[in-house]
């Protein structure tokens, strides 16, 4: 056999453990999930896995962080923002589109990531500050830059940036957990909505 289709071989049967501890870990959770589960739905041999990963935490560990890095450009999108005269809409909008686009892409990390916060283990808190809690950061920090722009009043830059988060990523939860649930409009329709809703509230607009 040909050693240059090693690399392929390997990268293939990673990528297998990987899809498989994936759809695994979001239907059972961390504790729920066996590496023999993970095995036979990969269709792999279960020694395979130790191959690739030392044991059944660095695996999870490894899902968490290719998930972490997608969030680089949106963090970088945020200090450009928090840097620039764009007005919040835009900014906000978008903000809100990558974070829709993130849940369509991946809809099994939302699963993942509440099973992550219920099981309460090591890796959850990892996951939690390297990830959420970056985003709110930065997130907060466009805020209070808004703040000292005095384009908004005086407000807590990180309730504000968890005031924002919650209100998309509640709805993402809902539309993504919950087959019973309503079916809301597709588009940007609600982004726009909630965007609205967040820097105008409900009240009528000063003329």
Same mark, same amino acid.
């Given at each position: 056999?040909? &050693?240059?289709?090693?690399?392929?071989? $390997?990268?293939?049967?990673?990528? %297998?453990?990987?899809?498989?501890?994936?759809?695994?870990?979001? *239907?059972?959770?961390? %504790?729920? &999930?066996?590496?023999?589960? $993970?095995?036979?739905? *990969?269709?792999?041999?279960?020694?395979? $896995?130790? #191959?690739? @990963?030392?044991?059944?935490?660095?695996? /999870?560990? *490894?899902?968490?962080? %290719?998930?972490?890095?997608?969030?680089? =450009?949106?963090?970088?999108?945020?200090?450009?923002?928090?840097?620039?005269?764009?007005?919040?809409?835009?900014?906000? #909008?978008?903000?809100?589109?990558?974070?829709?686009?993130?849940?369509?892409?991946? =809809?099994?990390?939302?699963? $993942?990531?509440?099973?992550?916060?219920?099981?309460?283990?090591?890796?959850? #808190?990892?996951? @939690?500050?390297? /990830?959420?809690?970056?985003?709110?950061?930065?997130?907060?920090?466009?805020?209070?830059?808004?703040?000292?722009?005095?384009?908004?009043?005086?407000?807590?830059?990180?309730?504000?940036?968890?005031?924002?988060?919650?209100?998309?990523?509640? /709805?993402?939860?809902?539309? &993504?957990?919950?087959?019973? *649930?309503?079916?809301?409009?597709?588009?940007?329709? =609600?982004?726009?909505?909630?965007?609205?809703? @967040?820097? /105008?509230?409900? @009240?009528?607009?000063?003329?």
């Amino acid at each position: 056999m040909s &050693t240059s289709l090693q690399p392929v071989r $390997i990268s293939r049967s990673r990528d %297998k453990i990987v899809a498989a501890a994936t759809s695994l870990f979001a *239907a059972r959770g961390f %504790k729920g &999930t066996t590496t023999r589960m $993970i095995a036979d739905l *990969a269709q792999v041999n279960e020694a395979l $896995i130790y #191959r690739h @990963f030392p044991n059944k935490q660095g695996l /999870y560990a *490894a899902i968490i962080e %290719k998930k972490i890095a997608t969030l680089i =450009p949106l963090l970088n999108r945020l200090r450009q923002a928090a840097e620039a005269s764009e007005s919040m809409e835009t900014v906000l #909008r978008e903000i809100a589109r990558q974070m829709f686009a993130s849940v369509k892409e991946d =809809p099994q990390f939302l699963r $993942i990531f509440y099973f992550s916060g219920l099981e309460g283990h090591d890796l959850s #808190r990892m996951f @939690f500050e390297a /990830y959420i809690e970056t985003f709110n950061q930065h997130l907060r920090s466009y805020f209070l830059s808004k703040n000292r722009e005095g384009v908004i009043r005086p407000v807590d830059p990180m309730l504000a940036a968890r005031a924002f988060a919650g209100i998309v990523l509640h /709805y993402l939860v809902v539309q &993504t957990l919950f087959p019973e *649930a309503e079916r809301m409009p597709e588009g940007n329709k =609600p982004i726009d909505a909630f965007v609205d809703l @967040f820097l /105008y509230g409900l @009240f009528p607009r000063p003329s």
